[in-house]
């Protein structure tokens, strides 16, 4: 059974850092990938990391230059750090995973319960 868990999520003031993780079981070689959610809104994508290689990241628009996703393959972890937040960063953020190689952003079948990041102004 596949089970991710988030942490790291939490408030902070706007250009302060957050740095998330999360922590995979029951996983076999995945595309992993951050989401998140802001209130009202639909969730989106943030960024994804490969298994194979973990050079090969995606980020979306509003991710590039300020996060930065990596993962520690043997132990199943993935990380999100997060420089410069604003506001609009504010949501909450999924882990998911998907077993298979360069998988589009609605491929996703494995989602964690998501992790709170409050960005004050």
């Known amino acids: 059974q596949v089970q991710l868990a988030e942490s790291g999520g939490g408030l902070v003031q706007a250009g302060g850092s957050l740095r998330l993780s999360c922590a995979a079981t029951g996983l076999s070689k995945s595309y992993m990938a951050w989401f998140r959610q802001a209130p009202g809104k639909e969730r989106e994508f943030v960024a994804a990391i490969g298994f194979w290689s973990a050079h090969t990241t995606d980020y979306s628009r509003f991710a590039q230059g300020r996060f930065t996703i990596s993962r520690d393959v043997s132990r199943y972890t993935m990380y999100l750090d997060m420089n410069n937040l604003e506001p609009d960063d504010t949501g909450v953020y999924y882990c998911?995973?998907?077993?298979?190689?360069?998988?589009?952003?609605?491929?996703?079948?494995?989602w964690g319960q998501g992790t709170q990041v409050t960005v004050s102004s």
């Open positions: 998911a995973a998907v077993p298979k190689a360069a998988p589009l952003r609605g491929d996703y079948v494995y």
